[in-house]
């Protein structure tokens, strides 16, 4: 399995995303956001957290019209998986790839610090390997994770069980608690919190190794 | 040619930014302050010399970039 990962200016969990994806068996290539192509046969797009373009304008507004986004938007289209990150998470809402938007904390702090989790969903190649209603620990570092997004569209995520995390104590105001979103054909993720720093015993965890360890099974199946 | 755009958040939405403005200033003793939304204002120079067209051009930066309409509105200014 093929995993590729998007560096912008000001990523910085870039290299800590490509490990993740290495360690849980997939072959890794590191793509510029200035690349215009993905390499041949990619399975997996990852977009990492960090601060792309110094969140000018909004967090990763710039990003998601870099030369690299049509690549990941025609993967998407075709079916291919994508993974967000934190900044990652912003860049595929403002790409059109997830509904809502990531707004200031409500708390208007920047939360950095180690969450309980709550696996909503095992109906996605990411989250499979977990059990539905499973605490995991993850840690959240951001400064705009505050999820919203319209009553039309949050019944729709709900009716559709496309809420694939939520923390058991919300540390941003997000609507429903939510911390990732799945697209409607659940290929795309969206998530503040970081799994890739959650992965070797050093980290602190490994809860997070479980989900790239998921998609690897997933994928295999798909 | 100058365009303004004025870029704020919906109605409903909550501003915590202004929110946090707002007891601030009541903070300060300035009272009666029933509300604070907290905007940007994006100044452009352009090149197009009509004006419609001008105007045109900029809500569809806005629609692709300058805003997230998911939760902001905008408002575009031909100075």
């Keep these: ?222 | 040619m100058k365009a303004r755009v004025t870029v704020m958040l919906k109605n409903g939405v909550l501003d915590v930014q202004g929110e946090a403005v707002r007891h601030a200033l009541g903070t300060l003793g300035f009272a009666g302050v029933d509300g604070v939304r907290q905007g940007k204002v994006i100044e452009l120079d352009l090149a197009e010399r009509d004006a419609a067209k001008a105007e045109a051009d900029v809500k569809a930066m806005c629609d692709k970039l300058l805003a997230n309409t998911v939760i902001e509105s905008y408002r575009v200014e031909i100075l």
């Design chain 1, 1 to 222: 399995m093929k995993a590729a990962v998007i560096t912008f200016p000001g990523s910085n969990c870039d290299r800590d995303l490509a490990t993740a994806f290495d360690q849980a068996g997939f072959q890794v290539t590191r793509i510029w956001h200035k690349d215009t192509d993905l390499p041949h046969g990619v399975d997996v797009v990852g977009v990492p957290g960090g601060f792309s373009f110094g969140d000018y304008l909004r967090c990763g507004a710039i990003a998601a019209q870099s030369p690299i986004a049509p690549a990941i938007k025609a993967h998407a289209a075709a079916g291919g998986f994508v993974l967000g990150i934190c900044n990652g998470f912003q860049v595929l809402t403002e790409m059109g790839l997830l509904p809502g938007a990531l707004m200031r904390n409500a708390g208007l702090k920047f939360a950095c610090k180690q969450v309980t989790l709550r696996v909503e969903t095992t109906d996605s190649a990411y989250t499979a390997e977990y059990g539905r209603g499973q605490d995991i620990q993850i840690p959240i570092a951001h400064h705009d994770g505050n999820y919203t997004i319209d009553a039309e569209g949050l019944a729709r995520l709900q009716g559709e069980d496309r809420i694939a995390f939520t923390y058991e104590q919300n540390p941003n105001g997000s609507m429903a608690d939510i911390a990732g979103v799945l697209s409607a054909n659940r290929r795309v993720l969206g998530m503040m919190p970081h799994p890739e720093r959650a992965c070797e015993p050093v980290h602190g965890g490994t809860d997070g190794a479980g989900m790239f360890r998921s998609l690897m099974g997933g994928m295999a199946l798909a």
